[in-house]
């Protein structure tokens, strides 16, 4: 809601009242905690799970949703007006956007890196390596990846190509990320 006040002050100078305008804007913020709390209601009983919720401070709302097989607009759509039916327009003015993780896109929450498993990904280090490779497991603290290598033999005239498992920590990497293959 926004109020604007007519109001008049004596000009020094003629001495007439001249008219000054003071706008007094009253915006609700929009608490990410009560977004959750709906987006978990809709979610009961659904295949769906919850990658990412953000708030700005103008209550711009931005939800990202994921699914093992995909996300489908209609649910977006669903789940859009549902928030919408739980949110009064009266008292907080808000933009809405619902879609998926997007493809390519780095995984932020466990269930992606479970619902990948045994698919390519890249995972970017801290220390600014790249690995290639196959998402092997995922639990709460650690993820490994099976990525091919080039090793030398001792006495062999050609390196020959190993698979090898590199266990990641979450906290020791920039990003794991789905790579998409045209082959």
């Avoid at 009961?44 to 799970?49: N, S």
């Avoid at 759509?77 to 956007?97: A, G, K, N, P």
């Avoid at 091919?148 to 190993?162: C, I, N, T």
Wanted: aromatic content about 10%; charged content about 30%; some cysteine.
């Amino acid at each position: 809601m926004s109020y604007l006040y007519i109001c008049s002050e004596k000009d020094e100078m003629c001495g007439a009242l001249q008219p000054f305008f003071y706008f007094n804007c009253l915006i609700v913020m929009i608490e990410r905690i009560a977004v959750n709390k709906i987006i978990e209601e809709w979610l009961v009983e659904k295949d769906y799970f919850l990658v990412d919720v953000s708030v700005s401070a103008d209550n711009r709302i931005v939800i990202e949703i994921d699914h093992a097989e995909g996300v489908w607009i209609e649910d977006c759509v669903d789940l859009s007006r549902f928030i919408e039916s739980r949110l009064d327009r009266e008292q907080e003015d808000y933009e809405l956007e619902v879609g998926s993780a997007g493809i390519g896109q780095p995984f932020k929450v466990l269930q992606q890196y479970l619902n990948h498993i045994g698919c390519e990904v890249e995972v970017l280090g801290l220390d600014g390596k790249k690995h290639v490779g196959i998402l092997k497991s995922a639990n709460e603290e650690q993820f490994v990846v099976e990525v091919e290598k080039k090793v030398k033999p001792e006495g062999a005239k050609r390196p020959k190509l190993v698979q090898e498992e590199i266990i990641f920590t979450y906290k020791d990497i920039k990003y794991t990320k789905y790579l998409i293959s045209f082959k």
